[in-house]
């Protein structure tokens, strides 16, 4: 079965500086997408990133920059120059590339930016 | 603009009581699901439809019964079989042949039981 990890329940990061956030996941699968989702205090969920698996060369979004190491299967999400507005629940997440289409995610983690 | 209307933004629920929440687009999506959201176990699917007048169960689909008449409505009924239904839930909904594109959320609805 696919599962989703995210080992960090809360990281902090200093306003300006460099976070790291990790994402394992567990298939047998060979084509796939991974997403990383952005949940701040309103709920409302935020599309940050995505990543097909069968590209080798890492997603880049502005600020938001993946670390996608498929025989690792590890998907970290890199957040440069924190802002205060980027505190929220940050969730990983997995699809098939065929069949239902269903997500799994992960349980998400906390970030906290300090002034 | 298009998006995904849920409602009741929050809902309060009695004992022994059966309540439905509204997931409504209008993005001509084909796809529709269902998650629940609590502290500390991130979403997980309640169910999910890819075409209209079929639905399949995600992973805690008991307790919960849905319908899809539409291609633009996709309510969840919490019936009085779920134990434990204190939850957040978020409708999302996604082309099927535009995986990539990810899904697109609600808002939610906070559903408390009293």
């Known amino acids: 079965a696919q599962t989703v990890t995210q080992s960090q329940p809360e990281m902090s990061v200093q306003e300006a500086e460099t976070v790291t956030l990790s994402c394992t996941y567990d298939?047998?699968?060979?084509?796939?997408?991974l997403f990383w989702y952005k949940q701040p205090p309103s709920r409302q969920m935020i599309l940050v990133i995505r990543?097909?698996?069968?590209?080798?060369q890492n997603a880049t979004e502005n600020r938001f920059s993946v670390n996608f190491q498929k025989a690792a299967k590890s998907f970290s999400l890199k957040i440069s120059d924190s802002q205060l507005g980027d505190a929220a629940m940050y969730f990983c997440a997995y699809s098939l590339g065929r069949g239902t289409y269903k997500y799994i995610f992960g349980t998400g983690t906390r970030l906290k930016v300090l002034a | 603009d298009g998006g995904i209307t849920q409602s009741p933004k929050y809902l309060f629920r009695k004992e022994g009581q059966n309540v439905t929440l509204s997931c409504e687009q209008n993005?001509?999506?084909?796809?529709m699901y269902w998650y629940r959201q609590d502290p500390g176990q991130g979403l997980r699917l309640i169910y999910y439809?890819?075409?209209?007048?079929?639905?399949q169960k995600g992973d805690i689909a008991e307790g919960y019964s849905v319908s899809r008449e539409k291609k633009e409505s996709f309510p969840l009924t919490v019936t009085s079989a779920q134990k434990n239904p204190t939850a957040f839930y978020l409708c999302?909904?996604?082309?099927?042949?535009?995986?990539?594109?990810?899904?697109?959320f609600g808002s939610g609805t906070r559903l408390t039981v009293v």
């Open positions: 999302a909904s996604n082309y099927q042949r535009a995986i990539s594109d990810g899904y697109t």
């Open positions: 298939t047998s699968e060979s084509d796939y997408y």
């Open positions: 439809s890819q075409i209209v007048n079929d639905f």
């Open positions: 990543q097909e698996a069968y590209k080798q």
């Open positions: 993005l001509n999506h084909d796809a």
